[in-house]
């Protein structure tokens, strides 16, 4: 790894990498500066079967922080550098470091004394609703054209429910058989919930650009419990404004954990939920009307659509996702139809909270 470390601009020495465990996709290391008051750095393996496309990806990345910190700069906040990360190019000023083996590393700026979290208060929730609004915001303003689609079909829901049929046909793994209830209890659901892409082709619907991966533990905060940074732009992109509000009370306003074995531990948090709604609609100031009378739905669907990827990487017999036991993509698809569930139960307590807001 050192060969590594050598290709990128570190401006000081640092010590060994660190392991560190962030999402299921990418390998990430910790870079400690290795001279006092030096900077540490955050070093991470592109999960290149996943992201085919890494000259793309790096260079949305590029696009989309240079654009937020100019946007900051000429804002004239203080501490830009805490609030938008910074790619180290390589020393021979690429965006990210090929190996002879084809594997793909980059490099950021660690942000230091930067906290994240799996749970969050209302306070909390209420100011990441800002931050994420703000985000978008942000991204309103940058053409939608210089970025490519990392992952192409990315949130295309119907394009999921393909994948789905694909994945149950071939039963790579052997293990439709024994999970085809869960199956049905997809496939019976798939039209209903795929009526953000009905009303895109409608013209009804927006795309603006999203990030895409607005679980909570994406947004770093700094002491105080304020909202600092937005990591994780692999997936920045045009989609629905839906699945960045989604995404975020997928993972926030669940009890439970993503991949809760024990479902009764897995309910809405509506407090959470109405936090979070009051912070982003005040930032979000964009939103049409039908846009803010779909974001119940876009709960919903973000639970669906994680349901249905994990069932789906179960069936292809884990290729996806990291797992952690064998089962566990399984366990992973059945918290999030339980949280689908139960999201389901409260939608009309979410549509009310929703137009009072
Ligand atoms: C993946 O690796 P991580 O945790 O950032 C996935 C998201 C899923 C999430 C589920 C590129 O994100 O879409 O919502 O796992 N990212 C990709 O935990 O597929
Ligand atoms: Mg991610």
């Known amino acids: 790894m050192e060969k590594i470390i050598q290709q990128f601009q570190l401006e000081n020495p640092v010590q060994l990498p660190e392991a560190i465990k962030v999402g299921i996709i990418n390998e990430s290391y910790r870079l400690k500066a290795a001279t006092e008051g030096g900077k540490s750095y955050f070093l991470q393996r592109i999960n290149h079967n996943i992201f085919q496309d890494v000259e793309g990806l790096q260079n949305n990345i590029d696009r989309v922080t240079s654009h937020i910190r100019q946007l900051l700069t000429e804002a004239g906040e203080a ?54 609004g703000e985000f978008q915001c942000q991204l309103a303003s940058l053409d939608a054209d210089t970025l490519v689609e990392s992952i192409p079909n990315f949130h295309n829901l119907e394009f999921r429910i393909q994948q789905l049929h694909e994945a149950l046909a071939n039963d790579a793994a052997g293990r439709k058989a024994a999970t085809q209830d869960i199956a049905n209890y997809l496939l019976e659901r798939a039209e209903r919930m795929c009526i953000a892409e009905t009303l895109y082709r409608e013209g009804k619907l ?109 069936l292809n017999g884990d290729t996806y996702y990291k797992i952690a036991y064998p089962e566990h993509n399984l366990v992973r698809t059945k918290a999030q139809i339980r949280l689908f569930q139960e999201q389901e139960a409260v939608e009309v307590q979410m549509q009310e909270l929703i137009q009072k807001v």
Not at 264 to 271: K, R, S
Not at 281 to 296: Q, R
């Open 206 to 314: 927006p795309k603006r650009i999203n990030h895409c991966d607005t679980k909570i533990n994406n947004m770093l905060f700094d002491k105080d419990g304020n909202p600092m940074c937005i990591v994780d732009l692999d997936t920045v992109m045009p989609g629905f404004v839906l699945s960045d509000f989604g995404d975020f009370i997928r993972t926030a306003a669940n009890t439970g954990a993503e991949d809760d074995s024990n479902l009764d531990n897995i309910h809405v948090n509506m407090e959470i939920f109405e936090a979070y709604a009051k912070g982003y609609l005040s930032t979000a100031t964009f939103l049409t009307d039908l846009e803010k009378s779909l974001l119940p739905y876009g709960c919903k669907r973000m639970s669906y659509m994680q349901a249905v990827r994990f069932y789906i990487d179960y």
């Open 79 to 132: 501490d830009v550098e805490r609030k938008v990360l910074r790619v180290v190019p390589t020393k021979d000023g690429k965006l990210y470091y090929k190996t002879p083996i084809g594997e793909y590393w980059r490099v950021y700026v660690l942000i230091e004394n930067a906290l994240s979290y799996e749970q969050i208060t209302p306070e909390g929730a209420y100011l990441a609703g800002k931050a994420y």
